[in-house]
């Protein structure tokens, strides 16, 4: 592949990268989790969709001309809710804020001046936010942040059937996973891939946060229905985010 095309930073030469930097081009950060994702899905899913979403981005960022470079996904992430069922690793929000203050440090001192930190798990979402702003602040670059089903917005309900949006282990997730890594997907276990459609108990407010063991909450480790995910709208999901996303990055006023 030309190197002008390549968009993974880790198949790049240091002296094709510092080239991206005097570029001023966007270094997206994929930051995900590795968790339970109910008896279907293997654990890394969280880094499958995170990576394949920032990699289909920057892709189509490239091709309108916009230089852009994608970090490796970082895997480990705030999954504490999850830790019960088995198979998760965590981190406590130090040692997170610590690895993302690690890379973005690193992506300014190779030259760089902007940053998106483009969260793939809903347990990181505050936290990255925070992070973000104190990477700006501190190693004075841009850093945006967000996650990339927040910032796909209203896009992925007309593809999806049970649901609106990203939910765990869910249509959305297990649609994208048969999508980019079908071996991930264990489709003699679909038939029991179902839970609540909330994490949050009557009464408690969408905008109110308390995190709640998945163990107590959905004894499946699913949040929604994944009996209705296919490949079909995982690749329908996977476009509709790269191109709202890629929209978005693409502004000026949003780096100004």
Same mark, same amino acid.
Not at 119 to 147: D, I, L
């Given at each position: 592949?030309?190197?002008?095309?390549?968009?993974?930073?880790?198949?790049?030469?240091?002296?094709? =990268?510092?080239?991206? #930097?005097?570029?001023?081009? =966007?270094?997206?950060? %994929?930051?995900?989790?590795?968790?339970?994702?109910?008896?279907? *899905?293997?654990?890394? +899913?969280?880094?499958?969709? #995170?990576?394949?979403?920032? $990699? &289909? /981005?920057?892709?189509?960022?490239?091709?309108?001309?916009? %230089?852009? +470079?994608?970090?490796?996904? +970082?895997?480990?992430? *705030?999954?504490?809710?999850?830790? %019960?069922? !088995?198979?998760?690793?965590?981190?406590?929000?130090?040692?997170?804020?610590? +690895? @993302?203050?690690?890379?973005?440090?690193?992506?300014?001192?190779?030259?760089?001046?902007?940053?998106? *930190?483009?969260?793939?798990?809903?347990?990181?979402?505050? #936290?990255?936010? /925070?992070?973000?702003?104190?990477?700006?602040?501190?190693?004075?670059?841009?850093?945006?942040?967000?996650?990339?089903?927040?910032?796909?917005?209203?896009?992925? #309900?007309?593809?999806?059937?049970?649901?609106?949006?990203?939910?765990?282990?869910?249509?959305?997730?297990?649609?994208?996973?048969?999508?980019? @890594? %079908?071996?991930?997907?264990? =489709?003699?276990?679909?038939?029991?891939?179902? !839970?609540?459609?909330?994490? &949050?108990?009557?009464? $408690?407010?969408?905008?109110?946060?308390?995190? &709640?063991?998945?163990?107590?909450?959905?004894?499946? !480790?699913?949040?929604?229905?994944?009996?209705?995910?296919?490949?079909?709208?995982?690749?329908?999901?996977?476009?509709?985010?790269?191109?709202?996303?890629?929209?978005?990055?693409?502004?000026?006023?949003?780096?100004?």
């Amino acid at each position: 592949m030309a190197t002008d095309t390549e968009i993974e930073w880790m198949k790049l030469t240091f002296a094709e =990268l510092n080239a991206r #930097a005097a570029e001023d081009a =966007l270094v997206i950060v %994929p930051v995900a989790s590795l968790e339970q994702h109910g008896p279907h *899905l293997a654990t890394g +899913v969280d880094i499958i969709c #995170a990576t394949g979403v920032a $990699q &289909r /981005v920057a892709r189509r960022m490239a091709g309108a001309g916009h %230089p852009v +470079v994608v970090m490796p996904c +970082v895997w480990t992430g *705030l999954a504490e809710h999850h830790i %019960p069922f !088995g198979g998760t690793v965590t981190l406590d929000y130090a040692a997170f804020a610590a +690895v @993302l203050k690690g890379v973005v440090r690193s992506a300014a001192r190779a030259g760089f001046k902007r940053v998106m *930190l483009l969260n793939g798990h809903g347990g990181n979402a505050e #936290a990255v936010a /925070v992070v973000g702003g104190e990477c700006q602040s501190e190693f004075g670059v841009a850093v945006a942040a967000g996650t990339y089903w927040h910032l796909a917005g209203d896009a992925f #309900a007309p593809i999806l059937e049970r649901q609106s949006n990203v939910m765990h282990a869910c249509e959305a997730e297990t649609s994208m996973v048969m999508t980019l @890594l %079908p071996e991930a997907v264990r =489709l003699d276990r679909l038939p029991d891939a179902h !839970g609540p459609h909330s994490t &949050r108990p009557e009464g $408690q407010p969408a905008a109110m946060i308390r995190r &709640r063991s998945f163990k107590d909450v959905t004894p499946s !480790g699913v949040i929604g229905d994944a009996r209705s995910a296919s490949a079909a709208k995982g690749e329908a999901l996977l476009e509709a985010a790269a191109e709202r996303i890629a929209g978005e990055l693409a502004s000026p006023r949003l780096w100004s």
